[in-house]
């Protein structure tokens, strides 16, 4: 919030975070939900629709009579609103949730683990972007972080393979016990990635 003190007023602020926090997050769950449940292709056009969704109101927000970042909250939580109200009434799984204290329990340090690493990833991946805009101010940043974004696209096909090789060695794990399978994964996530 201090970065964006001067840019942004407290109210414009708490509207996007409330989108993303409060609207935005819970459209994730229902895509890990149907990833987890091995329904891929309705995760995938719940994404499709979800962005296409944002994206309308991007193309509506370009028709407003007052183009502010004020006015362009309300677009985005609409946008964000509307995705949310499709993944649920329609792509999230109809089936009753088990609360299983037990498991839970059991689970409960390497979830702590894992949200840690979370935390510190989105913490690092967004760092960078706060220091372009302490230091060369809001029109710096807003084009660093749309040429990141453009780089984070070129990682699209890497991070889907890595997740179809880690899934296929969580079934087969002798599956890297051969040099050459090795030095394929290792050349194919290098040729792809330059």
Same mark, same amino acid.
């Given at each position: ?39 891929? $292709? ?5 994404? &499709?629709? *979800?962005? /296409?969704?944002?994206? +309308?109101? @991007?193309?509506? %927000? ?7 970042? $004020? ?5 985005? &939580?609409? *946008?964000? /609103?509307?995705?949310? +109200?499709? @993944?649920?009434? %329609? ?104």
């Amino acid at each position: 919030l201090v970065f964006f003190a001067s840019t942004v007023p407290l109210s414009v602020f708490a509207a996007i975070v409330f989108a993303e926090a409060l609207l935005w997050r819970p459209v994730e769950v229902a895509l890990i939900v149907n990833n987890g449940l091995g329904k891929f $292709g309705r995760a995938a056009l719940m994404t &499709i629709l *979800a962005t /296409a969704l944002r994206a +309308l109101g @991007a193309v509506l %927000f370009m028709f407003a009579v007052q183009p502010s970042i $004020g006015v362009w909250s309300w677009y985005y &939580i609409g *946008a964000n /609103a509307a995705s949310l +109200l499709i @993944a649920f009434g %329609f792509f999230y799984p109809r089936q009753r949730l088990r609360l299983r204290l037990a498991l839970y329990l059991r689970r409960l340090a390497d979830s702590i683990y894992v949200a840690g690493a979370e935390v510190l990833f989105y913490l690092q991946m967004e760092f960078d972007k706060l220091l372009v805009l302490a230091i060369g101010g809001p029109h710096l940043a807003g084009i660093y972080a749309i040429i990141m974004r453009l780089v984070d696209l070129t990682a699209i096909p890497i991070r889907t393979f890595s997740m179809m090789l880690v899934q296929r060695m969580m079934r087969a794990p002798e599956l890297l016990s051969r040099l050459s399978v090795k030095s394929g994964i290792e050349g194919g996530v290098f040729a792809v990635s330059t």
